[in-house]
């Protein structure tokens, strides 16, 4: 009877534990907020302290920002840090090999350039991709691998990947998971929807920049192009921006402007905005043919500085009928101006 008794517990099969060992996404999320916060603080120090100099690199500045989350994520999330940056330390998470094991340092830095790419390149103002070749290249990364990241970190729930994972097999564990329970695998699926859908993202950007109006020579957008080299080529300002606008006011009839928008090299002293913005106006004016089709011409000036975990930017309009600047253009030169 007792041998029965005891060769039905052997058939009986092993329980499994029912914790898993993979940190869970809000886990992730709550670790990554607080990563964040203290770079946004440390953003804002640099910020408060050296904004005068920030302010002569302008958007360059994401690059310094990229110098100081390479070190913070990249050697803190290796076995530098254990794993662990102060986010995941507060939410008792780890990043593991499949072993269990904290990764090393090149690869924790090469897994997380290619999680801080898309956020790196989202909306990155430099005038290397008015390029239409860097143009494309950013947008897929920004679109393409960005949507894949997002895609496996909240649909692949059971390893809980993001596609930075994938690519170097690495997974965000809790502290104290179970030795014994095995990682779980990601489900080729997952695989497919990214690729898929990097490769569908390049698709419909190769075919939205060939539709592109600004990629297209007509007489409109080679006048447009042609101011905008002339005005980027000072090297006062970082980046330029021209665009030919109508405008429909609620109640007044519609309008053409010339919209010139500008970032400016260092801060802009008070007394040097109207100047710059009427050197601006006299450049269309001089050099754009057909300028006359337009109804008015806005000059945006902007200072500030972007270095990706702080940001600042201060903006001044100057919007004139094209009549009227013509005549501040006259008025300048004849008093000797």
């Given amino acids: 009877m007792q041998d029965s008794h005891q060769e039905q517990a052997e058939n009986q099969p092993t329980p499994l534990p029912t914790d898993t060992p993979i940190a869970s996404l809000w886990q992730r999320f709550a670790a990554w907020m607080v990563d964040a916060i203290l770079l946004g603080l440390a953003g804002q120090a640099l910020g408060w302290l050296f904004a005068d100099w920030l302010f002569t690199i302008g958007p360059y500045g994401r690059l310094l920002g990229l110098l100081i989350i390479l ?20 939410m008792k998470t780890t990043v593991s090999d499949a072993n269990g094991r904290p990764i090393t340092p090149l690869r924790s830095l090469a897994r997380t350039t290619l999680l801080v790419l898309p956020f790196l390149l989202g909306g990155w103002a430099l005038p290397a991709f008015e390029n239409r070749v860097l143009a494309f290249l950013s947008a897929w990364i920004l679109f393409g691998l960005g949507g894949a990241i997002l895609y496996t970190m909240i649909f692949n729930r059971g390893a809980q ?38 490769l569908l993202t390049a698709i419909f950007l190769f075919f939205l920049q060939a539709d592109n109006p600004s990629y297209i020579p007509n007489p409109s957008s080679t006048r447009i192009r042609e101011i905008q080299q002339t005005l980027a080529s ?9 665009r030919d606008q109508t405008i429909t006011p609620e109640k007044d009839p519609a309008y053409r402007s010339l919209v010139i928008d500008v ?6 002293p008070e007394d040097s905005r109207w100047e710059i913005a009427r050197r601006i106006a006299g450049q269309a004016l ?9 109804d008015q011409i806005q000059v945006k000036l902007t200072y500030g500085y972007d270095i990706g975990i702080a940001s600042y930017s201060s903006g001044f309009w100057y919007s004139n009928p094209v009549e009227e600047w013509q005549s501040i253009l006259v008025e300048k030169s004849s008093t000797g101006g």
Wanted: aromatic share 14%; charged share 15%; net charge positive.
């Fill in 286 to 294: 001089h050099n754009m043919k057909g300028i006359d089709e337009f």
């Fill in 71 to 90: 070190p913070y994520f990249g050697l803190l999330n290796s076995s530098v840090g254990n794993g662990q940056t102060v986010g995941k330390r507060l």
């Fill in 263 to 268: 970032w400016t090299v260092g801060q802009l």
């Fill in 161 to 198: 990947q993001g596609f930075h994972d994938l690519l170097y097999q690495t997974y965000v564990i809790k502290v104290n998971a179970v030795a014994e329970v095995p990682l779980p695998r990601t489900k080729s699926v997952h695989w497919a929807f990214a690729g898929v859908w990097m």
């Fill in 234 to 242: 000072d090297p006062r300002f970082f980046t330029v921006t021209v």
